[in-house]
């Protein structure tokens, strides 16, 4: 898939909530941390469970002054939260979002935790509990984890409207929005959404070309202009028996039409650059849970499918009138994801315990057709060895999890288990491998007072692979060429991990964390022959990180209403490059991030306003052939004002891009090896206007 892409729904089971003891002697009303012990009776219901020990706990009276439409909006505002997402999971057993609802982790493959959290209901939810996920019985989560708590209303819809424009060359964004409907008939509980991710990008600027003796050949006036619209239409089904058996079913289909065009006006040319694309894909999903002797056992199912045809179209004319240069590529590609998984809970004494087994089958068929144009006008075909290829991946992981409290601030949960993988790709050049990876980890949670939680982690992980990357590939835009490499295998790694969280009262939290990995086979650039190059695995690569992220709030100084949110990281990577041997950054790596986000709720009033700022840097792109650079001039700032009760809708205007944002790119391209003469370099800088955007939003 060229995007990633997330669609629709999760299981939602059994939760918790605030007792009136966690009330007592709280800095804010709203705002408490839960007992060490609960005397309210635990049922099946999510509104009447105990809060979870040690959690700090935000009732919905908190969220008041932000006149929150969704769960999403509550969310957000948790001080020192920032949601995230799994960068890439492997199957259904790994990572996830650091967002609980009713007590269970947000599963599902092809959809987003804030995509699900903007379709529940603010007057839903009976409360948020921020919590250390080591406290919990769910392996795989670390650091802090928000739970959010709400219960199914007899039908209640939300919509938001997001139109924008731009103030130079693009056509104006005017149907991205979402509308959503929940609702319950009996016990069979549905929500039903449609929406549509839209996008009207686009730059223009001047690109200089150098030669090797840095003399200019070529001045380019480009525009670059890019297009798309991706509706999605899902539903999602539960329903719970009398017995609490819990059953769900998750359905979602999406369609993406996608267009790049960029004009570039040359010295005696016009090249005119175009890519589409017309996908299409679905996902079915569900689980159903049971009790079963002691525990509980939970049975999941997912099958996912995509089509994804691709066109490019690169076309040279020349002022003197000589025939033209034309470059025209189809790609088809489909992809199959199909996975099963069982997991077994069950609780002796105070230990946790979980068993999970995981199978999955996974695919991708791919091939390209590559035509040139010839100076009859006719486009012939050309031959692409290795073009053409299927790779499929039979997978089988099993794991066992154990927790318990080590004392009354301190929790300790690990899990132990291997993986098993069959790659298989078809050609002349196809391979059949299998691997044995074990992997697990060791977390820890210890709130050492009340105001400070530390987090620790010792993991041994597998990543996922790009199933592209073992497909011989070639971008006509760039002139780059990949070779494909069946030999690839998943990267492993050890990652370490610590955070620690601060809260300020009604200062608001702070939260620092820090982590390393040492990485065996990650995947870069390597040489293939004399003059060729594909991915390929790359040993001795380290990643360091630290992270600071938070929320300051000015109530304390009087400003009643204001905060600030932020979140900085940096990371430092380095490998071994297969070329020269040196030790060079990590082909586009992230270097560093600043977000800054201010608000201000006016009290007494329905009027807000803010702004922020945000920034980042990463490191070069190396290939064997060439080193690229991408840089964010100035970064990107944006400031809004946001009425909250305008005939009962939420209406928001927000201006981006006010110091004016260049963004800039630069390649340095060789004769042949890096190591050697220089062929040209290109350098171009690019601009893209202010950014007008509207936000309405509502309830039904």
């Given at each position: 898939m060229r995007y990633a892409q997330l669609i629709c729904c999760t299981a939602l089971l059994s939760g918790t909530i605030i007792t009136p003891v966690a009330a007592?002697?709280?800095?804010d009303p709203a705002e408490a941390e839960a007992p060490q012990s609960a005397d309210a009776e635990t049922v099946n219901a999510a509104d009447t469970a105990p809060a979870n020990a040690g959690a700090r706990v935000f009732t919905p009276d908190y969220f008041t002054q932000f006149a929150p439409q969704t769960a999403l909006e509550m969310v957000q505002r948790v001080p020192g939260f920032t949601i995230e997402e799994a960068e890439e999971r492997r199957g259904l057993g790994q990572g996830g979002s650091n967002v609980l609802l009713n007590g269970e982790r947000f599963s599902a493959k092809s959809t987003d935790i804030r995509t699900a959290l903007g379709r529940i209901g603010a007057d839903s939810v009976t409360r948020l509990e921020l919590l250390d996920a080591a406290s919990l019985d769910i392996p795989g989560l670390s650091g802090q984890v928000v739970n959010l708590v709400y219960t199914s209303s007899g039908g209640s819809g939300q919509f938001r409207w997001s139109p924008s424009f731009r103030t130079r060359q693009t056509k104006p964004s005017l149907f991205d929005g979402e509308i959503s409907y929940s609702g319950q008939i009996g016990k069979l509980e549905y929500t039903l959404s449609l929406e549509n991710d839209s996008f009207?990008?686009?730059n223009n600027g001047i690109e200089n070309v150098f030669d090797g003796n840095d003399m200019l050949i070529d001045m380019r006036d480009e525009i670059l202009f890019v297009d798309g619209d991706r509706p999605k239409i899902s539903a999602t089904f539960?329903?719970?028996?009398?017995?609490?058996?819990?059953?769900?079913?998750?359905l979602a289909y999406e369609r993406f039409w996608f267009e790049v065009r960029e004009d570039s006006d040359r010295i005696g040319s016009f090249r005119d650059y175009f890519e589409t694309e017309k996908e299409y894909n679905y996902e079915i999903g569900g689980d159903y849970e049971f009790g079963l002797g002691d525990g509980r056992l939970k049975l999941?199912?997912?099958?996912?499918?995509?089509?994804?045809?691709?066109?490019?179209?690169?076309?040279?004319?020349?002022d003197d009138g000589s025939p033209g240069d034309g470059v025209r590529q189809d790609r088809f590609v489909n992809e199959t994801e199909t996975i099963a998984r069982g997991e077994y809970r069950w609780k002796g004494g105070s230990n946790d315990w979980q068993i999970s087994l995981e199978g999955a089958l996974n695919s991708l068929d791919t091939g390209r057709e590559l035509s040139v144009l010839e100076p009859d006008g006719d486009y012939v075909p050309v031959a692409l060895p290795g073009g053409d290829a299927t790779v499929k991946?039979?997978?089988?992981?099993g794991n066992v999890t154990w927790g318990r409290p080590l004392a009354p601030n301190l929790t300790l949960q690990t899990s132990l288990g291997a993986e098993y993988s069959q790659i298989s790709q078809s050609g002349p050049s196809g391979l059949t491998r299998s691997f044995i990876r074990p992997k697990g980890f060791v977390s820890a949670?210890?709130?050492?007072?009340?105001?400070?939680?530390?987090?620790?982690?010792?993991e041994r992980s597998v990543g996922q692979l790009n199933f592209f990357s073992f497909v011989a590939s070639s971008d006509i835009g760039s002139g780059n060429e990949n070779a494909g490499n069946p030999e690839l295998v998943p990267q492993q790694s050890w990652d370490i991990e610590i955070e620690a969280t601060k809260t300020l009262g009604p200062w608001g939290s702070v939260t620092l964390s820090g982590d390393y990995r040492l990485i065996e086979d990650i995947i870069g650039q390597i040489?293939?022959?004399?003059?060729?190059?594909?991915?390929?695995?790359?040993?001795?690569?380290?990643?360091?990180?630290?992270?600071?992220?938070?929320?300051?709030?000015?109530?304390?100084?009087?400003?009643?209403?204001?905060?600030?949110?932020?979140?900085?990281?940096?990371?430092?990577?380095?490998?071994?490059?297969?070329?020269?041997?040196?030790?060079?950054?990590?082909s586009g790596n992230l270097k560093y991030d600043i977000d800054l986000d201010f608000r201000h709720d006016i009290s007494n009033t329905d009027l807000a306003y803010g702004g922020g700022y945000s920034a980042f840097a990463q490191e070069a792109g190396f290939r064997l052939n060439e080193i690229s650079q991408f840089?964010?001039?100035?970064?990107?700032?944006?400031?809004?004002?946001?009425?909250?009760?305008?005939?009962?809708?939420?209406?928001?205007?927000?201006?981006?891009?006010?110091?004016?944002?260049?963004?800039?790119?630069?390649?340095?391209v060789y004769a042949g090896r890096r190591t050697g003469d220089i062929a040209f370099t290109e350098a171009r800088e690019r601009s893209f206007g202010q950014i007008f955007r509207f936000d309405v939003s509502g309830t039904f």
């Open positions: 007592q002697n709280a800095d009207r990008n686009g539960k329903r719970e028996a009398d017995n609490g058996n819990v059953a769900n079913l998750n999941i199912g997912l099958h996912r499918y995509e089509n994804s045809p691709f066109f490019f179209d690169v076309l040279t004319s020349f991946e039979k997978r089988a992981e949670a210890w709130k050492v007072n009340d105001t400070l939680d530390v987090n620790a982690r010792v040489p293939i022959g004399e003059f060729g190059e594909a991915p390929g695995n790359i040993d001795g690569t380290r990643v360091f990180g630290i992270r600071a992220n938070g929320t300051l709030k000015f109530d304390p100084i009087g400003w009643t209403g204001a905060r600030l949110e932020f979140d900085t990281r940096y990371r430092k990577a380095r490998l071994d490059d297969p070329l020269t041997g040196e030790r060079l950054p990590v840089t964010l001039d100035n970064g990107s700032s944006y400031i809004f004002v946001e009425h909250k009760d305008v005939a009962g809708l939420k209406i928001r205007a927000t201006v981006e891009n006010l110091i004016g944002t260049g963004e800039d790119f630069a390649r340095t």
